[in-house]
């Protein structure tokens, strides 16, 4: 088959990385790719909305099968573009269609699916630039500290969690009145603050059928102790020790099932990674957010974990035979550490060159923000670069990353050396 993977980070290194090693796969696109994927595929520089791009290199090189990284594509109707094209229609797209992508697209949406099919999540109420005042009271009703969630896709950085009420009330002002988030914004979601620890849990499902994915638990905030500014990820570990088989059982039965169920009930067409970002409240499992793409950089230690041919599973998703294929995970420990670029998630400069990459061992280098520029690898994002090991132990395996980070070197490079601390 020929593939075409949509996307330039480092879930898309991974995605690219899994299907390369698979017999199934005779020849790896990437859209429009980066540094490591361009070790072993064809990168093409295409934007990954720019649909009619797609479509002229899909029909060029004869693409069997199409999978969507990024939720951009996904939530503006890649796969919907495919089928109501003649000339596309028999491609398989791995992702869901539009309607379903809403769990992502809009805050709302998911909430309002949450609560329809009985699933367990916070409390919430949603307020647009005309119920400000109505937000604001809102606020009042409810105990610290406030979340408040941009309701439309903000690159992960659209929601807030406040310990001061008149903070809070002034940053919903700022976010449906002063646009913060610009369109993300226009609407928000307050929600009741959840205390617990999160982890990540990932489907997929062709629709009808679903396996569960390895969990995963990711560190957002920039700083150490997770202080600071919200990333788009800064590490993660697999599995999540404190998930129990009873936990997860839990999870199955109260998010899992009525999840793939609603989809059906609603009529969302979804063939692809459902990721559901979740909660421990004391022992039960409650949904914070739905994603509708694997996570990074939860990719990078979930993926390697996987045992079995990534292109079959992809293959019987898009057939809706998902039933007939037997999941095979490595027992080992994965982790991921995050390098990014000095400055981030703030203002931070590009086109650093990275030195090292020869020197790794026993240490995947999936790249993210980094491409080739005169024959030298640099960096070209905030986020550069996930080291992933594996270990019989994440302790062992979060080791192994940091030995193999020592021998790397961009300017200002930064990173988390506390990675899996709260375990």
């Not at 020790?241 to 609603?266: H, S, W, Y």
């Not at 960096?379 to 030995?403: D, F, H, L, P």
Request: hydrophobic share 40%; charged share 25%.
């Amino acid at each position: 088959m020929t593939i075409l993977i949509l996307g330039s980070g480092g879930r898309e290194h991974t995605f690219a990385w899994k299907t390369a090693q698979s017999p199934l796969c005779d020849k790896l696109f990437v859209a429009p790719g980066n540094s490591g994927t361009a070790q072993i595929a064809t990168n093409v520089n295409i934007k990954v909305t720019d649909f009619e791009a797609i479509k002229a290199l899909v029909l060029e090189h004869d693409i069997d099968m199409v999978v969507v990284g990024p939720e951009d594509p996904l939530v503006q109707g890649v796969h919907d573009f495919f089928l109501n094209d003649d000339q596309l229609k028999n491609i398989a797209v791995i992702g869901p269609q539009k309607a379903a992508a809403e769990l992502e697209g809009s805050k709302e949406f998911a909430k309002e699916f949450l609560f329809r099919h009985h699933i367990p999540t916070a409390a919430y109420q949603s307020f647009d630039s005309s119920t400000v005042e109505e937000g604001c009271r809102f606020l009042e009703t409810l105990n610290p500290p406030y979340v408040l969630k941009a309701d439309g896709l903000a690159a992960g950085k659209g929601v807030l969690i406040l310990n001061n009420l008149d903070e809070a009330k002034t940053e919903l002002k700022n976010m449906l009145v002063e646009a913060k988030f610009g369109e993300a914004s226009s609407k928000v979601v307050i929600e009741e603050f959840l205390d617990g620890i999160e982890l990540s849990c990932f489907v997929l499902t062709d629709g009808k059928n679903y396996k569960i994915l390895p969990t995963a638990k990711d560190y957002k905030r920039i700083g150490e102790g997770d202080t600071g500014l919200n990333t788009g990820g800064m590490g993660a570990i697999s599995p999540v020790p404190f998930a129990t088989e009873a936990f997860l059982n839990k999870i199955e039965e109260r998010i899992v099932k009525p999840t793939i169920n609603g989809l059906v009930k609603d009529n969302l067409p979804y063939k692809g990674f459902v990721f559901i970002g979740l909660i421990k409240v004391g022992d039960d499992p409650k949904v914070i957010e739905y994603n509708v793409r694997m996570g990074d950089p939860e990719t990078e230690v979930v993926l390697p974990r996987l045992k079995t041919d990534l292109v079959e599973i992809f293959k019987a998703i898009s057939e809706e035979r998902l039933n007939e294929i037997d999941i095979e995970i490595d027992e080992r420990a994965a982790t991921t550490v995050m390098l990014v670029s000095g400055g981030y998630p703030e203002a931070y400069e590009k086109g650093k060159e990275i030195t090292g990459l020869d020197a790794i061992e026993g240490s995947i280098p999936f790249h993210a923000g980094a491409t080739i520029k005169d024959g030298k690898v640099v960096t070209s994002g905030g986020r550069v670069m996930a080291i992933t090991s594996y270990g019989n132990t994440y302790q062992e395996a979060i080791k192994k990353s940091y030995q193999n980070i020592d021998k790397l070197h961009f300017d200002k490079m930064n990173y988390r050396k506390d990675i899996g601390f709260d375990l």
